[in-house]
């Protein structure tokens, strides 16, 4: 009898289990949908005047206040931004304002000085600001969408138009100079790199008096690409020209999909040409298993596989990342048509891919080119441009002119690549 009660029990237990399993994948099941809704769902409201995030409530490192929706119509109102303070930061001190242009997305809700990670492994013993950008998550706008759901571009490009971020990064400057957060004289220095580089050439040309110095990482400029006619990205053949061979060779037959210009594209950011010349390599050598394994590997990787980065650019919430794609590279990649193996620049080759409603609407008469035109010659201030001989993102020429730009400037030339983290400890000292 006890034997048979104890089976009974192992089989109640046993069942108990799997039913308890089975909650737990269906509640995870719930809450993921939920999470994958809520990500591709349209804004529909913002936070409210004299409002804060619950996750990050206001303290002597995170500061709200209040910007106009458009600085060219602040008849339209005001939305609430925010920016975080380092956490080793001194008021009164030297501040340097670390410019994104979104397309990085770093800056969002952080709560905790271990999110600072990140930043301090840059700019650590250094006072800096972070700011939350319009068109970045959590900071989105109703405004950029039609009633149906659909983009506007129009409302799009003016509601998140990299001037009016400048224009923002001008009103934080004025809220920490009004609390004392700056030198007595409301200069700041600032830092960026890739896309945020051209972020901090743009504020400079409007409010450069502010600034006492920059440093530019890694980083190019639509109108000087347009003045040397050359691209805005630098051309693949300049990095890597077997690459830049087979790969044209690859889109003449007709074998190319977006997916592997996108990975090679990424792997590319790391300086890695062994490995990017593996992976073509599988397009012409199907035994090379090898190299069939590297694709593979390096293709389930989230961050390197498109179809999911496809996926998450089509979110509401990240239209500022094909706002600003749009802003430096539209005209450009709707030019862009290669007839040999000099003109392949992979970020062409599959930025056009996620772009393409914009260019369609471009064509349709909805929206207009974007030029970014840039005086430098009227700022005085000290700047440092940094580039790297194995940038294969933008140019060592690129860095060049835009030291030549400046009147004040200088360049440091490392053998790095777009990630620059080959020299991580000594290049953290030199900034």
């Known amino acids: 009898m006890q034997t048979l009660i104890s089976r009974l029990l192992k089989k109640a237990r046993a069942k108990i289990g799997i039913i308890l399993l ?65 956490p080793g930061f001194l008021a009164g001190e030297d501040v340097v304002f670390w410019l994104f242009d979104n397309q990085q997305e770093r800056v969002g809700m952080i709560n905790d000085s271990g999110d600072f990670e990140y930043f301090e492994e840059s700019l650590g013993g250094l006072s800096y600001v972070l700011m939350g950008n319009r068109g970045v998550s959590p900071t989105l706008f109703p405004e950029a969408f039609n009633k149906d759901g659909s983009t506007n571009y129009s409302r799009a490009l003016r509601f998140y138009g990299s001037w009016e971020q400048v224009d923002d990064i001008e009103a934080v400057r004025k809220d920490m100079q009004k609390k004392r957060l700056l030198r007595k004289d409301g200069k700041i220095m600032l830092y960026g790199g890739s896309g945020g580089g051209v972020l901090i050439q743009q504020y400079l040309d409007k409010y450069g008096e502010h600034v006492s110095r920059a440093l530019i990482e890694s980083s190019s400029a639509p109108d000087l690409a347009e003045k040397y ?6 051309k693949t053949y300049l990095s890597n020209e077997s690459l830049a061979n087979s790969y044209f060779t690859l889109t003449q037959g007709g074998d190319y999909t977006t997916s592997l210009a996108f990975l090679l594209y990424k792997i590319g950011l790391t300086g890695n040409t062994d490995l990017q010349n593996r992976i073509v390599n599988i397009k012409t050598d199907r035994f090379a298993l090898q190299d069939q394994w590297a694709y593979l590997v390096n293709w389930l990787s989230p961050s390197y596989n498109y179809p999911f980065v496809h996926r998450i650019l089509d979110a509401p919430r990240e239209l500022e990342v094909k706002v600003r794609i749009y802003e430096l590279m539209g005209e450009e990649i709707e030019s862009y048509h290669p007839t040999s193996a000099q003109d392949v620049c992979l970020g062409y080759e599959w930025t056009k891919v996620p772009l393409a409603d914009f260019i369609k609407a471009h064509k349709e008469g909805k929206i207009p080119v974007i030029k970014i035109q840039i005086n430098r010659s009227r700022y005085n201030g000290e700047v440092m441009i940094w580039s790297g001989t194995a940038d294969q993102v933008f140019s060592e020429q690129m860095g060049q002119w835009l030291c030549q730009s400046y009147p004040n400037a200088r360049l440091a030339l490392f053998n790095e690549t777009h990630s620059r983290d080959k020299y991580s400890d000594y290049q953290l000292e030199f900034r």
């Open 22 to 86: 089975l909650a737990v994948v269906l509640g995870c099941g719930a809450y993921g949908w939920h999470e994958y809704e809520a990500f591709f769902q349209v804004p529909t409201a913002r936070l409210s005047a004299g409002s804060f995030y619950p996750e990050m409530p206001p303290d002597p490192h995170h500061h709200y206040l209040q910007i106009p929706l458009d600085h060219r119509n602040q008849a339209l109102g005001n939305f609430t931004a925010f920016y975080l303070l380092s």
């Open 229 to 234: 006619n050359t691209t805005f990205m630098k």
